[in-house]
């Protein structure tokens, strides 16, 4: 499954700006976070921009196209005078377009209403990344950069990080992807009483525990033990 993932604005460009914060760094931050939970899926993520660099919309639209990804996600904090979460599809898009759209739409909003924030509902609009598109696609408006209390949110990573983990989970559900591998984390039995020694002494946390270990990290478990 390939996505592109779009950090909306960059470079030159800063979007909404409001409360001491700027748009472009946003979505930028949210888009690759997002990006990185659905490449743990398994997904080949792609990204119209990694860093802050300014792309005209239909540079955009064109990447997607020219990747041949099956979804376009792109990522923006709205202004205006509003509060809470929109999402948007291209006028009339009915089809997979809705449905895929509706999955994120649930699992963003949730994480809005959580923290008191409106849903403020699945809208269409004529919008150039999603007329231009030749993909199912979707744009995401995640909170007001020029309200008071979105932009306290915003300013929170725990925050941000539930945004992502949000869409992350509706792009999963949307399109089936597994669940990330989880790391087996138990100690094995045979090292458990050396592990407590080791967590005991000071010499080690007692964390990750199938890890490789580095020559800098036996240097420190040694000298520690010394001490
Ligand atoms: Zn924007």
């Known amino acids: 499954m390939k996505f592109m993932i779009d950090a909306g604005h960059g470079g030159k460009d800063p979007g909404a700006v409001g409360n001491g914060l700027q748009e472009k760094d946003l979505t930028l931050k949210l888009a690759l976070r997002i990006g990185e939970l659905l490449t743990a899926r398994g997904a080949d993520v792609r990204y119209t921009r990694t860093n802050d660099l300014f792309l005209e919309l239909s ?66 609009a004529n919008l150039a990344v999603l007329r231009e598109t030749k993909m199912p696609a979707a744009l995401l408006e995640y909170g007001f950069i020029d309200n008071g209390k979105d932009a306290a949110l915003l300013k929170d990573s725990g925050f941000l990080e539930r945004l992502a983990v949000a869409t992350a989970n509706g792009v999963a559900e949307a399109f089936g992807l597994q669940a990330p591998q989880v790391k087996e984390d138990a100690v094995s039995d045979w090292a458990r009483e050396a592990q407590e020694w080791a967590v005991a002494a000071g010499i080690s946390d007692g964390t990750r525990p199938k890890d490789p270990v580095t020559r800098e990290e036996i240097w420190t478990m040694l000298y520690r033990m010394r001490k």
């Open 59 to 124: 540079d955009r639209a064109k990447a997607a196209n020219a990747a041949g990804v099956q979804y376009f996600l792109s990522v923006h904090i709205n202004a205006g005078g509003g509060s809470g979460f929109e999402s948007f599809t291209y006028t009339g898009s009915s089809g997979a377009t809705s449905a895929y759209r509706n999955l994120i739409h649930r699992h963003v909003a949730a994480e809005f209403s959580k923290v008191g924030l409106s849903d403020r509902g699945q809208k269409q």
